[in-house]
């Protein structure tokens, strides 16, 4: 049984989970981590690379990166260089399938004539080779292929390039918006986010039990689509395995979904433009490129920064540790405005190394039910929720259309998030309110999920519809009462 | 003032403490303890398997359902008040 879709994640697995073995035990002492390596790389033949000794220096870069990484740079997002494998990808090439046809479509297509037929075989002239493509798809036997590196094709933010002499992959930090797209497509695993797991595990022991203070858990609510091949393991296990993490309790972040929804309406009526503002990658991606925009991006916080308040407020001397899909949401919380109430963010794949760092066997746990939003609060997971969540509190509102028309263009990843942009910010745009989410699917596709599956949606649409509360209203009323008093 | 807390985590949530809660709002409103009492949530108060849980100052009452919440408010509130 694999939680996972590649070996990169379980690399990573394994070693979060040994070093949150060693975090349980109050042992985390230089030479237990330098035993890591050992452990997850054992005496023999090599899984990965050339030989064990190689592996092992990368599993040491990891455990660093478990531990927080290196604190100096700010960025959530690192290249682990000695993992880099250098992919030696270089544009346009003719591949073996060229069969020196007579029709020459290539040429005919390239504006640049930079290819000669010699030897009756398609020759490029990288000199002239402007890597437009035109030859790609005027191939008859698609023997021309475009090469990029897989984390220069992953990051639609135009973040990362080749370093020209060590020929490493390299983050271009005015660019980076921490999405993590890179993490999970780097076929060596090169690029890692750092963990908080020592933090959060720390956090936990002292509590002592809850005793000291209580350590509360916030879901995402992708959390629902985390093990659609493992039926046997249930949203309502996964909350009692949470809870014997050490949690006091766990809560689900879509409920903080719900009021954002809910006051995001108002701003969009009063306001008549507005981006949403609940995908961190999005919001730096506007702030860092179309800066002229951040002023249409909604005030609101995001779910997560929202439900820690709640918490807070109920509670004080709480910690708050949230658990999603998402690596931008590491930045996100490293804000002052949010770390003041959320105190450490974990990612699912970090959530699973934790239970087996704990010995938790999913499967068998009892069930310990999750219900605190409603349907709309809960779809946010996936790419369209969020806009559906806003018309039905404008519906609830009985804001009528005349008032204000709500036109939504829902963007579903970062390269639909840029072209949505690039017009609003020519004041080109029909709409007038965007939905970024950076990841393709939503919260869904996000790069720390354990799993991508097609049938995510389906599985966060069903839990959608398990809630109790039938609406927004409903669902939040609870908080509304307590504020008039 | 007497701190009263429900239980609105997910196990009390789904036996209705949103109710709950909104009864022992109009009890009190209707019985002007409003600056006597002072009602908050709470995400769980750990006696999830128990009915909706609620605190009253240090005291913990499992159990609590629109049935006997009146009784509640009745017998742990008011009469602790007068
Ligand atoms: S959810 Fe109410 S006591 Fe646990």
Redesign the pocket.
């Known amino acids: 049984m694999t939680y996972f879709d590649n070996n990169v994640q379980q690399l990573k697995y394994e070693v979060l989970s040994e070093v949150g073995k060693l975090a349980f035990e109050n042992e985390l002492t230089p030479e237990k981590l330098m035993g890591v390596a050992n452990t997850v790389i054992p005496d023999g033949n090599p899984r990965m690379r050339c030989c064990i000794y190689k592996e092992r220096a990368i599993v040491n870069e990891r455990v660093k990166m478990a531990l927080g990484g290196n604190a100096k740079n700010p960025n959530v997002v690192e290249v682990l260089e000695i993992a880099c494998d250098e992919c030696p990808v270089d544009g346009i090439q003719v591949t073996q399938a060229c069969r020196g046809c007579i029709a020459h479509r290539c040429m005919n297509a390239c504006p640049r004539q930079a290819i000669t037929v010699v030897d009756r075989h398609a020759v490029i002239d990288k000199t002239k080779c402007v890597e437009c493509g035109r030859c790609v798809e005027a191939c008859s036997y698609s023997a021309i292929i475009k090469q990029r590196r897989p984390c220069v094709n992953a990051c639609k933010a135009d973040a990362l390039t080749i370093d020209k002499e060590t020929k490493k992959a390299k983050i271009k930090e005015e660019k980076c918006i921490s999405c993590g797209a890179c993490v999970y497509r780097c076929p060596f695993g090169a690029i890692m986010d750092k963990s908080f797991i020592t933090k959060a595990i720390r956090m936990l022991v002292e509590s002592r039990n809850n005793e000291v203070y209580k350590v509360y858990a916030i879901v995402a609510p992708a959390f629902a689509s985390q093990y659609p091949n493992i039926p046997q393991i249930t949203t309502e296990k996964v909350v009692t395995a949470i809870k014997k993490l050490g949690f006091h ?1 766990v809560i689900e972040a879509a409920l903080g979904a719900d009021m954002v929804a809910y006051s995001e309406a108002d701003e969009l009526v009063e306001k008549g433009f507005l981006t949403s503002s609940c995908c961190p990658a999005f919001v730096r991606y506007i702030k860092k490129n179309y800066p002229d925009l951040v002023e249409n991006i909604s005030h609101n916080p995001s779910p997560m920064m929202q439900m820690a308040k709640v918490i807070k407020e109920l509670d004080p001397y709480s910690k708050v540790v949230f658990f999603g899909p998402c690596i931008a949401k590491k930045a996100e919380a490293h804000q002052e405005d949010v770390s003041q109430y959320v105190d450490c963010v974990l990612t699912f794949e970090e959530m699973q190394a934790l239970f087996n760092a704990k010995g938790i066997d999913l499967v068998s746990m009892e069930e310990t039910p999750l219900d605190n939003a409603s349907y709309f609060g809960r779809i946010f997971a996936r790419s369209g929720g969020l806009t559906e969540a806003v018309a039905e509190a404008l519906k609830e509102k009985d804001i009528p259309k005349e008032e204000f028309d709500c036109n939504p263009l829902v963007c579903n990843g970062l390269s639909e998030c840029r072209t949505a942009l690039l017009k609003a910010g020519k004041g080109k745009l029909a709409e007038n309110f965007i939905e970024g989410m950076a990841c393709d699917g939503g919260c869904i596709g996000g790069p720390a999920c354990l799993n991508h599956s097609t049938k995510d949606r389906t599985f966060v649409d069903n839990y959608g519809k398990k809630a109790v509360e039938r609406t927004i209203g409903d669902a939040i009323s609870i908080f509304e009462n307590e504020s008039k008093q | 003032m007497m701190n009263v807390y429900v ?7 789904q036996k209705s ?1 949103y109710s709950i809660m909104k009864e022992l709002k109009s009890l009190i409103d209707e019985n002007g303890l409003e600056d006597k009492v002072s009602l908050n949530s709470a ?6 398997a ?1 009915g ?2 609620m605190k009253i100052d240090e005291d913990i009452i499992t159990g609590v359902g629109l049935g006997n919440i009146e009784d509640v408010f009745r017998n742990r509130i008011l009469k602790v008040i007068r």
Not at chain 2, 7 to 13: D, T
Request: proline letters at 0%; charged letters at 5%.
């Open positions: 309790s | 239980c609105i985590g997910s196990s009390c949530h403490s995400f769980c108060l750990g006696h999830c128990e909706v849980t």
